[in-house]
Each structure stands twice: as structure tokens, then as C-alpha cells.
């Protein structure tokens, strides 16, 4: 049975633009500073009327970069041949460096149903509760050779406060990537305005993006992303294989700047944990 888009509450959208396609969108790393200087967004604010999509993609490229700290909590939705699988992210994240998300399944209850991850920049620690399992090491170091004068494509963004990769957090706080490499790559435009999490919000949509897994690689995948209006940050992803939903992930909760208090980012391995490394 088709899994419909009234498993969400439903909300008023306001479609105010025609469907326009995009040309190739390669900014992602091109940053607005010079090396050495405070970054700062080149796009401060949207105005009121839409933006194009060149205009949307930089000022979400820079999205981090509004905020000094962040709580977010993500509820990703999965259908597939196993049902309805529930997966929730709680992000807490403060410039620069100070990041954590904490992954968890509400179907399994609470005790030992979590995974974390714990960076202060330097060091990434992460443990998992169901397994008793944790690690301790290095933050990885990045690709050497990246500032050189290479095409738009070939180069990586680097974010100011670094979350957990190729993960929704990742994504929805850093999406310069997924724009130049995914949304970009398939025939994208923005088709309306939204409100997630009570937060005004514009929706982009993508056909048939090129650069995705192959799982997904049909005439008639199709990913639609709302971009909240004052940030530039995802709040919410909904993908979709032949008019069905396969994937639904939501910002339920979303605190820019938000008071975050020093045992935040701090963690001790429980007793009886085995460390990998």
C-alpha cells in the first residue's frame, strides 16, 4: 500500500513562484573570506519575495554561520518492506568545535537505546549503548591540497563546527554539499513556502537527482526539502519513489543560539565498556 504524505499533520503552503530549473551549482566551498578571517555570511538575509535557486543554495551554504549555538532534534520517518521505522537525532552544537548528536529508537524503549557521538574539535568519542561499545580518537584530518584553485566540484566545503558524516545532522546543518552534489544534479526548483517546527520555511523540489545511492537511481525518485527561511538549515527532507514516500525526516524541535550548559559535551564512558580504539 502507497504510504501517504497525510502521515504528517497537515499545513497550509503557499505556492507564490513558477517551477524553474537550475543551472549547475558549484559554491559550495566558495567561501566569501579570505583564509585566516572571521567568516561571516555573504547573503545576510533573504528578502520577502522568493529567491532564485543560485540565491537560496549560497545563502544555505552559510547557514551555520547564523547561529553561535544550536538544539535541534530530528524525527526520521523509513518505509520499506520491515514497515515504519522511527529513528530520532537530538543535536546540541556550539561554536567552534563543540558538537553532539545522540541517536536513539523510540520503539526499543529507553535503557541502552542510544548511540552517541562527541566531538570537541579535537577528539570524536562515540559509544554505543545496545553493544557497550566505544572509541576514542582524533578528529580525521581533512584532504590536504583542497585550497588550491580547483573547479567549484572539486572542492569540499569545510564547516566551522564539524557533526558526525554523511548523516541527516550533517545535512541539515551543512548543506552546501548536498545542494552542489545532489539537488543540483537533477532537474530542481522551488515550488512554494511551508511552515515546519513554526518556523517559516521555503520548499525546493528535485527530480531524478544523478549523485545518490543506487537503490535509488529511478526516472521517479524525487526529494523534496523545506530551507528555513532565517537560517538557511533543513528542516525537513521527504523522499519518494514512484509518488510514494520512502523516507520523511522532520526538525520537531529547533533552538538557534539556544543556552546550552557546559555537561552538554561532556561524556564518561559507562562501566564495562569495550573501547575499539
Not at 558549484?26 to 583564509?35: E, K, N, S
Not at 533573504?46 to 524525527?75: G, V
Not at 562527541?118 to 549503548?129: K, M, P
Not at 551543512?174 to 511552515?195: E, F, R
Request: charged residues 25%; negative net charge.
Amino acid at each position: 500500500m502507497a504510504v501517504q504524505a497525510a502521515a504528517r499533520p497537515a499545513v497550509e503552503r503557499r505556492y507564490t513562484q513558477p517551477m524553474t530549473e537550475t543551472r549547475l551549482w558549484d559554491r559550495a566551498a566558495t567561501l566569501p573570506v579570505a583564509a585566516g578571517e572571521r567568516r561571516r555570511p555573504e547573503i545576510v538575509a533573504l528578502a520577502t519575495e522568493l529567491p532564485s535557486l543560485e540565491q537560496l543554495f549560497t545563502f544555505m551554504r552559510d547557514a551555520e554561520l547564523r547561529f553561535a549555538s544550536l538544539r535541534m532534534r530530528i524525527e526520521e520517518r523509513a518505509f520499506g518492506s520491515r514497515g515504519e521505522q522511527i529513528v530520532a537525532l537530538d543535536v546540541a552544537l556550539r561554536h567552534v568545535g563543540a558538537a553532539r548528536v545522540t541517536t536513539s529508537e523510540p520503539s526499543r524503549g529507553t535503557a541502552g537505546n542510544y548511540e552517541v557521538w562527541i566531538s570537541d574539535g579535537e577528539t570524536v568519542r562515540t559509544y554505543s549503548g545496545p553493544h557497550r561499545l566505544g572509541t576514542q580518537r582524533p578528529v580525521r584530518s581533512r584532504v590536504r591540497g583542497l585550497a588550491r584553485d580547483f573547479p567549484g566540484t572539486s572542492r569540499v566545503y569545510e564547516p566551522l563546527t564539524a557533526l558526525p558524516a554523511e548523516t541527516l545532522p550533517e545535512t541539515f546543518v551543512h548543506p552546501a554539499g548536498y545542494c552542489q552534489n545532489v539537488l543540483a544534479s537533477g532537474k530542481c526548483w522551488i515550488s512554494g513556502t511551508d511552515v515546519v517546527a513554526g518556523r517559516e520555511a521555503i520548499v525546493v523540489e528535485c527530480d531524478h537527482p544523478r549523485v545518490i545511492e543506487m537503490a535509488a537511481d529511478r526516472p521517479d525518485f524525487h526529494i523534496q526539502i523545506s530551507v528555513d527561511r532565517a537560517d538557511g538549515t533543513i528542516l525537513r527532507l521527504v523522499e519518494s519513489i514512484g509518488g510514494d514516500i520512502t523516507r520523511d525526516a522532520l526538525v520537531t524541535a529547533y533552538q538557534p543560539d539556544a543556552s546550552l550548559p557546559a555537561a552538554t559535551f561532556e561524556f564518561e564512558f559507562p562501566a564495562g565498556t569495550t573501547m575499539l580504539y
